[in-house]
């Protein structure tokens, strides 16, 4: 079982930025693909960035590309500048074993409890 545990949500301004942090409790962390998604009030959750296990391949939704990075250490991270009201939601860490349909809710194994973001106009 591998718990991830995300940090760094909160309040900001539009414009402002903030940086979100995934730590997982497993000691094969690099095995793992990782991504993250997000959930609106009313909405379903939605795919918005994914790192290959290496690091070598990531991928965006088209809502959050040129404004998001997602990088991994011994960490996932996930820096989100220009940030918009419409990018208030609650935000999920999860990892893959496969990491091939890095944008399907159903390919990640574990799951985060998630972290708010609010985004102030």
């Known amino acids: 079982q591998v718990q991830l545990v995300e940090s760094g949500g909160g309040l900001v301004q539009a414009g402002g930025s903030l940086r979100l942090s995934c730590a997982a409790s497993?000691?094969?962390?690099?095995?793992?693909?990782m991504g993250w998604f997000r959930q609106a009030p009313g909405k379903e959750r939605e795919f918005v960035a994914a790192?290959?296990?290496?690091?070598g391949r990531t991928y965006y939704a088209d809502s959050v590309k040129g404004r998001f990075t997602i990088s991994r250490d011994n960490t996932v991270n996930l820096q989100m500048n220009s940030l918009k009201p419409e990018d208030t939601a609650v935000y999920y860490c999860?990892?893959?074993?496969?990491?091939?349909?890095?944008?399907?809710?159903?390919?990640?194994?574990?799951w985060g409890q998630g972290t708010q973001v609010t985004v102030s106009s």
């Open positions: 999860a990892a893959s074993r496969s990491g091939i349909r890095y944008e399907q809710i159903g390919e990640y194994d574990y």
């Open positions: 497993t000691r094969t962390f690099s095995s793992y693909a």
């Open positions: 790192i290959s296990w290496n690091g």
